[in-house]
């Protein structure tokens, strides 16, 4: 049996979801190709709810070092699409 990644589409959708779930910026404001920082205006503690949640939504787990090299929404999208191990 093949084993299928996830659709980008499907992976956006799920994070649009996540990030509607969490009430912290209109849906509007969301660009995942922003700087979660300078461009949202996200602090640390929302940035690590936001991965946290975006997680529990792909079982999975992102390296530590990832979260400080990685500052857009589409770097999480790039790695999940890539990864076999996301459902």
């Known amino acids: 049996m093949e084993e299928v990644l996830l659709d980008r589409t499907e992976i956006q959708a799920r994070i649009y979801n996540v990030l ?45 070092s990832f979260y400080e090299h990685h500052r857009t929404i589409n770097d999480f999208v790039k790695i999940i699409e890539n990864d076999f191990s996301c459902f």
Not at 38 to 58: M, N
């Open 20 to 64: 509607r779930m969490l009430d912290l910026k209109s849906l509007d404001e969301i660009d995942f190709d922003a700087d979660y920082e300078k461009d949202l205006g996200f602090d640390s503690l929302e940035w690590t709810a936001i991965v946290t949640s975006i997680e529990h939504e792909f079982h999975t787990v992102f390296e530590d």
